[in-house]
């Protein structure tokens, strides 16, 4: 079993939706950490969390530690918002990132 | 302000030969970390240095080597390249090791080896 686990594996979305990205860990964390990556590669870091919820945009991430979940909310969602989600968490024993499989988002207008 | 640099973009290589990639760090920041990306293992740590010291490494053999100058700037050195190394690589900087801040990621190197 992963290490971190994310849910759905693949989504679809009409514009305007609300869409939820789940993960789910099994070992101690100091922080979690979504990201996005787009078609040709390139990552960008959207939250780094380690308690309560973050807010940026249209994007809304929160941790409960207590249960080792994570979500990931985008309310509105638009066709740009297509991409492949990654949930990463930094070990606390071993400092070390562990990374999700990804959620790939289409969101079709 | 720039971002995170890497080159070159695009790598072919041939089995056993080396190839060295290079990641250019957001100015002031001192932790670089790297990171491979395949379609079946998807993202898998590499390493990470801070202020040229390797902090920690990721399950990979000894032919993936790093090192950090005095710059910040990295390199990750492959030798001996296997088939199975092609792969996206991904370098990314952080103003430290805290926990407290985030990453900033490079566009990767792609590395192909036929």
């Known amino acids: 079993k992963n290490e971190v686990e994310q849910s759905p594996q693949n989504l679809t979305a009409q514009e305007g939706e609300f869409i939820t990205i789940n993960c789910s860990y099994s070992?101690?964390?100091?922080?979690l950490h979504w990201l996005q990556q787009h078609p040709g590669g390139g990552i960008v870091s959207l939250f780094m969390?380690?308690?309560g919820k973050k807010k940026h945009g249209r994007l809304i991430a929160t941790i409960n530690i207590q249960e080792k979940h994570s979500s990931l909310h985008i309310t509105a969602s638009h066709p740009r918002d297509s991409a492949v989600y990654i949930c990463?968490?930094?070990?606390?024993?071993?400092?070390?990132?562990?990374f999700g499989t990804g959620t790939r988002l289409q969101v079709f207008p | 302000k720039a971002g995170v640099t890497q080159t070159p973009r695009y790598l072919i290589k041939t089995r056993g030969q080396q190839v060295t990639l290079s990641c250019s760090p957001i100015?002031?920041?001192?932790?670089v970390s790297w990171y491979q990306q395949t379609p079946g293992q998807g993202l898998q740590f590499l390493f990470e240095?801070?202020?040229?010291?390797?902090?920690n490494k990721g399950n990979f053999p000894g032919r993936f080597s790093g090192r950090q100058f005095s710059n910040s700037r990295s390199e990750m050195n492959v030798s001996t390249l296997e088939l199975g190394d092609s792969a996206l690589y991904l370098c990314?900087?952080?103003?430290?090791?805290?926990?407290?801040?985030?990453?900033?990621f490079g566009s990767g190197t792609r590395l192909t080896v036929v």
């Open positions: 990314a900087s952080s103003l430290n090791v805290a926990s407290g801040h985030g990453y900033t």
């Open positions: 070992v101690g964390i100091s922080a």
């Open positions: 969390l380690s308690s």
């Open positions: 990463a968490v930094r070990s606390y024993n071993t400092d070390k990132l562990i």
């Open positions: 100015s002031g920041h001192r932790s």
């Open positions: 240095y801070f202020s040229e010291t390797q902090r």
